[in-house]
């Protein structure tokens, strides 16, 4: 689901992710190289005040903890770093709305 209360919360969004080559036009083949990953923003995790619930990693499928270390992407779906590290080592496409997380906005 989308939180369309973001507030404090979009400014770790990752926006416009520097990614290298472009690669060669083909849609969501091969995952970022480690350097992309790591310069990838994390914020603090914090409910929205429009939330009834924690947003959930769908990587893990665990529930975010308020004050945990998050990793947001453009497309505003959020996941623990290291899960979703580990998922973009293989796919450049987020694992629920397969947005390209290098595509520009």
Do not use: F
């Not at 969004?13 to 520097?18: E, K, R, T």
């Amino acid at each position: 689901h989308h939180p369309s209360g973001m507030g404090a919360m979009a400014r770790g969004a990752l926006g416009d992710v520097p990614c290298a080559a472009q690669w060669g036009g083909r849609g969501g083949g091969g995952g970022m190289r480690e350097n992309e990953r790591a310069a990838m923003p994390t914020e603090t995790y914090a409910r929205g005040a429009d939330e009834n619930e924690n947003e959930t990693c769908s990587v893990c499928l665990s529930q975010m903890e308020t004050g945990e270390e998050a990793k947001r992407l453009g497309c505003k779906h959020v996941y623990h770093p290291a899960c979703i590290d580990r998922w973009l080592e293989r796919s450049r496409l987020c694992p629920v709305c397969k947005r390209d997380v290098c595509a520009a906005r």
